[in-house]
């Protein structure tokens, strides 16, 4: 012990150095102080940021790089705090964090300004600050960070003019200062931005002129300048270079002039020019085949709806009301379309002065067409033959047949809210999926359910998973138009794990936060809006508390360091104690593995050891073929049972972790609750609900020095029956106990059976107390002497029967009181002997009181069907319940005798033997008959 404590001390100046050369540079670490500091954290996310060092106890959003820098220090690499309530302000210090490439604040409730050092940033590559409530305007010092590449604002109340140094940042691709107060003009040196993909700069006050030297963005596919205030200016005819432009939306800028020629833009695809003062006609040149929106509507258009706008395969929504076209409509718009499927097209020519349709008149499926208030609707044959001229228009919407077809029973889901079918799996499967709110901020089509199935293998083949790992829960269009969409994303079927591991979370979310998936031209950019795992993963944490791989390479390097010293200090020292030392060196290097569960705690070892008073053989309470029981007390007074595995019936680690996290979802009034596990040092532990009566078979062997009556006896049995049938029909996958046993039935302090030791089904000792009687055993049979099932230990083919007929050996226990083995006797053989030659009621259990003949013949008879050697023969476990139930039931109180009255009346104790002699003189097969009916019957009714 003393030597211990030395040694520990030695290892821990060992280590010392090691840990603390290689921690996060001090000047960053004050600046993430100084940044706690400047907010306001309601929730408390950031409570692990005063204790530690950041990037070795992994603070809550600190994410470092993986090596030491040439200082030999950890740097900071990203700082993400998303969507946390934060409130307060950016601290000037966040400038300090050196070697920051991403700065991610998004969707909280900061306010002040944008602090100019974050322009000291130099490798900063993402800054995004959207949906909080900054203002004041942009510091120019931004324009220093020539790495950016993404740089997101918007959603604030920022105000003042885009500086003219933001053209240094040539790096830049996303540009996004929509639903802000800026005004000016936009500066031209933007043009100089050659990288830029997505400038969205609409719901602002800009006014001036649309500089024309935008055409020189030759990567630029989304324009969007939306209410804005370009007082009657112009759009540049050069802006018809823009080759690369997807989407041009410039709705409500107050823009006059005529409409640029779509012609040029072989990619365009989505066209809004909506309530300006465009003048003049529509030109008429070809567009692209990707066309899915145009809306001209609410402008002062005059001359014809030009042929252009046939033949244009995915078009959704041609909107060109309020205007002053004037001619025919051709009907060749909404002819030769392949409106097939989920595809739909909307027209609306309302208001305008078109005095006539070309073509035929009938429009297919799917097509919505609205005419209202132009000179045609007076034309009699026209308003007879379609709807064109109602206000809602002519044509009916078929249903979007989007309904996900799954055909899996409900139970196949554990009880446990957080598991899910995966709607599209190709098998019945249930998983925990990560939610994710989600928001296309521009996407490039009015109708989303052509689009949907792309969409799925967009996200999936860039996260690198299969098409029914996503499942898009809900959508709905919003202001903007943006798209929201809440996401379920499950873990793959594959490798039948039902919920994800820790570094497939982080590798997914990374993928998100630092917007790593391919460019979308239809899809245009995203918003991540949050990001939720309710349920448990499975994380393979190098530590409590968050010690991460750092901490572990710094000790294994200070192992090396000092190994030298320390093989000397053994052979010095503690060379008599080997042993100790190597437990206690491996203890140090052993991981602390974990998983996170709701309801399960993940208890240290030492917490463990000073529950049980060091493991103290006063605190056990059991043994058995896994290891010893202990009792012990928590810190917060709860008792508890704790489990220790022997060292031969520790498993992998990542098996005893699994079976935790399949354990943790059971839970029935019968089972034995787990409380929490220890999975450190080697060691491996389980921790349930201590159960202060004991088990079963301490009551019954006399070891308690109280005797259960026999209605206690009957609600044991059905207890722990209750347990079994929710192990087999409930569990996903289903579990069969093996191991069903008087002594793995245990009581709480109201005597309710609970049914201990299910599912470690690798844990599940070979054979258990009874050693002795080893020479019984086949190597993979697995359960306890006298209770196994014959025909699984011949077969070796275990089913639910077996269960079935290892408690009915326990029901036989509670009726004769006669353990399942004794003398070398096996009590199935000898209840049957007995019932074939003597009385019923010679094999009742003398010292057990309360009970009715009729009652008790039926519990005999229901237990000797369990019994039976055939499992055909013997009654599922539902059977088994249902009967117990009735046998309850059947009986009210009045014929439950009292002790006394009982023994007077129907039962002549006295001889022992005759218990109304006329029913009782049965053979087990005459019972077996009686009750086989009165057991169908019984069920029937249920
Ligand atoms: C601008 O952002 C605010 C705050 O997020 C939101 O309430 C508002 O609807 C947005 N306005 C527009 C036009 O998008
Ligand atoms: C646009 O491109 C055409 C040829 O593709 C060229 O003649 C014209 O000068 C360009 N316009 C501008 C404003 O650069
Ligand atoms: C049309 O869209 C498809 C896919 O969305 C794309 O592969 C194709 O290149 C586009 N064609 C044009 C002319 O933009
Ligand atoms: C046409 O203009 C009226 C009046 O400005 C407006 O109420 C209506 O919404 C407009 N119709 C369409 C389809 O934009
Ligand atoms: C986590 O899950 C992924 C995907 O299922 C797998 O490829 C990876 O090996 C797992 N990682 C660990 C540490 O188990």
Redesign the pocket.
Known sequence: MRMRNLFMLFLFFCFLPCVFAWSTHPAQVDALRAVKKALVDPKHYLENWSKGDPCISNWTGVWCYDTVGFDGFYHVRELQLLNMNLSGTLAPELGKLSHLEVLDFMWNQINGSIPKEIGNLSSLKILVLN?NLLSGSLPYELGFLSNMSRLQLD?NNLSGTIPKTFANMKNMEHFHLD?NSFSGQLPSELSQLKNLVHLLLD?NNFSGNLPSQFYALSKLEILQLD?NHFDGAEIPESYQNLSSLVKLSLRNCSLGGTLPDFSQMPFITYIDMSWNMLTGSIPSNKLSANITTIDLSNNKLDGLIPESFSYLPSLQMLSLANNSLNGSVPASIWHNKSLSGNARLSIDLQYNLLSDISGDLNSPQNVNIRLQGNPLCNNAKIRKIRHFCDSNGGGNWTNDGSTYPVDCPATACPLDQYYELIPQAPTCFCAVPIRIGYRLKSPSFTYFPPYISDFESYVTSALNMELYQIFIDSYAWE??PRLRMDLKIFPNTFNNSHSFNESEVHRIRHMYTTWQFPRSELFGPYELLNFTLLGPYISVNTGKGGISKVLLVSILVGVVVCAVVVSVAITLFISRKKNSYRRLSRRFLSKHMSIKIAGIKDFTYNEMSQASNDFDCSAQVGEGGYGNVYKGTLADGTVVAIKRAKEDSRQGMHEFLTEIHLLSRLHHRNLVALVGYCCENDEQMLVYEFMPNGTLEDWLSGKSEKILGYSTRLHIALGAASGVLYLHREANPPIFHRDIKASNILLDSHLIAKVADFGISCLAPVLDDEGDTSQYLFTGVKGTPGYIDPEYFLTQNLTDKSDVYSLGVVFLELITGVPPISHGKNLVREVNLALKSGPLLDIVDKRMKGYSCDNVERFIALTMRCCEEKPEMRPSMLDVVRELENILKIDPESTIMSDSISLQSTCTSTTQSTCRPDTILKTVSDIRVLKSQNFRHGSDTV
């Open positions: 949906g959603q639903n719901n209410n202001e903007g």
